[in-house]
DNA sequence: CCGGAAATAATTTGATCATATTCTGTCCGC
DNA sequence: GCGGACAGAATATGATCAAATTATTTCCGG
């Protein structure tokens, strides 16, 4: 059979190179747990399937690589990391360090519309766990948290927690495959109050209790 | 002229994958500031000096600019980056969120023999202070950090905190220029007595005091 | 004669390179 | 000062080589 039209997923961005483009893809297929946990990744693959030269892919999958959202496996292959419960701890561990941090600065520098956005989309949140809708969850949850870091204004940081959520997407869209949305925390309403209030204190706090939370049933749905 | 032999740095490693090889060698290389902030890094000059093909580099660049030790330019060049003050603060306060974490770990973790062998470098460590070697101190104080991190056991935030070391690696290797090896901080001593008395605690505030007193060295030296 | 382990052949996949194409920034002539 | 040609550098492709996994065959013991 001939090959198909290169993947309609790769129609926006025109204009970005090739591996920016490639990168952007899989970077949200793990995000948002589109690959499951042990899967494999091969680059002739994935040339086949977006069309492009493996010059691009190898690019991407070496950036990847980097940031943990994908491992090399014993022999040369590359794969979806397995999380087992040491690599949540720490993973856990660096989230309540770094979150609560940047839910301090959003505290201080939060406008009125940054607030409104942040209820909006978190309203978009709620209606997608009264509905079951885990993939609904899984996006508007992360672009809750991508919204309140980047009013902190702090991008190293940012970067750091973004390369985080990268390494438990696969793991927490399991999860939720497992539970539906039913016993999901949520600490966003306190959160939301403590911007209201200006209260970088209670901030952090909050978003230490939605971070623990997050991880604990994280660490709880892979037995 | 011709080509050169492909550079004594690179006969070690044999075995490895080429793109392995020229990611090492990078990456020491902006680990202890051998390249300064703002110096660019073009793809064929790094194929003509280390003697391999574009696909190696280019797959190393790649990775290291995923990491943070290197960046684009606002046109697609490739430079070593630059810290302003609020990226000094961001690191700062990650390397204080994270590496006290480490230290505490440990602490419940160490051996006799990984407590003398952290004493020995911290010896030669010293003797390269003394003796105002620059280059020795950033190799010792490195090696001192990586093999505390290395007993702790929690491979992925020793990654990150890998990382940090990687961004503000050339802006030490300025500092240190300026100011040689006076006035360098140094909490090893009252690391190593906590580690003796197997006190987390202790040895978390040690760690703290450590990269608290090393970053804003960092600071002040970039005025 | 049958089943399974070891050895070997075939396919798949990753690594590297040489080359072509595209883009950016610069310099010269008008 | 402006526009177009030129040079340099990055991007992207396909071909080629090496390594590994899988499939197949062979051979031996029961």
Same mark, same amino acid.
């Given at each position: 059979?001939g090959?198909q039209e290169?993947?309609? *997923? ?9 591996? !920016?483009?490639? %990168?952007?893809?899989l970077r949200?297929?793990v995000l ?15 040339? #086949? ?9 190898? &690019? ?7 940031e943990? *959202?994908?491992?090399?496996?014993d #022999?040369?292959?590359?794969c979806?990391p397995?999380?087992?419960?040491a690599?949540? &701890? ?7 360090a770094?979150e ?5 600065r959003a505290?201080?520098?939060?406008t009125a519309?940054?607030i409104a956005r942040?209820?909006?989309?978190? *309203? ?6 009264a ?5 609904? %969850?899984?996006? $508007? #949850? ?5 919204? /309140? #870091?980047?009013?902190a !204004?702090?991008?190293? /940081?940012?970067?750091?927690v ?9 793991? /927490?869209r399991?999860?939720c495959g ?13 959160l939301? *109050? ?5 209260d970088?204190a209670?901030?952090a !706090?909050?978003m230490?209790?939605?971070v623990? $939370? ?5 660490r709880?749905?892979?037995?």
């Amino acid at each position: 059979m001939g090959n198909q039209e290169p993947d309609t *997923a790769l129609r926006d961005g025109a204009g970005l190179p090739a591996h !920016e483009r490639v %990168y952007r893809r899989l970077r949200t297929m793990v995000l948002f747990g589109e690959l499951e946990p042990g899967q494999a990744v091969t680059i002739q693959g994935l040339t #086949n399937q977006l069309g492009v030269g493996m010059t691009p892919v190898r &690019e991407a999958l070496r950036r990847l690589i980097a940031e943990g *959202a994908l491992a090399f496996q014993d #022999n040369r292959r590359i794969c979806v990391p397995v999380l087992d419960a040491a690599a949540v &701890e720490q993973l856990g561990l660096a989230r309540a360090a770094l979150e609560p941090e940047l839910a301090r600065r959003a505290a201080t520098r939060a406008t009125a519309d940054d607030i409104a956005r942040l209820r909006a989309t978190d *309203a978009r949140l709620d209606r997608a766990i009264a509905r079951g809708d885990v993939a609904g %969850y899984l996006t $508007q #949850n992360h672009r809750f948290h991508a919204e /309140l #870091n980047a009013i902190a !204004e702090a991008p190293i /940081l940012t970067d750091m927690v973004d390369g985080l959520w990268l390494r438990f997407g696969p793991s /927490l869209r399991v999860v939720c495959g497992l539970f539906g949305t039913r016993n999901l925390p949520d600490r966003h309403k306190d959160l939301l *109050a403590a911007l209201d209030a200006r209260d970088s204190a209670a901030a952090a !706090e909050a978003m230490h209790q939605d971070v623990s $939370q997050g991880m604990a049933q994280i660490r709880a749905g892979l037995e």
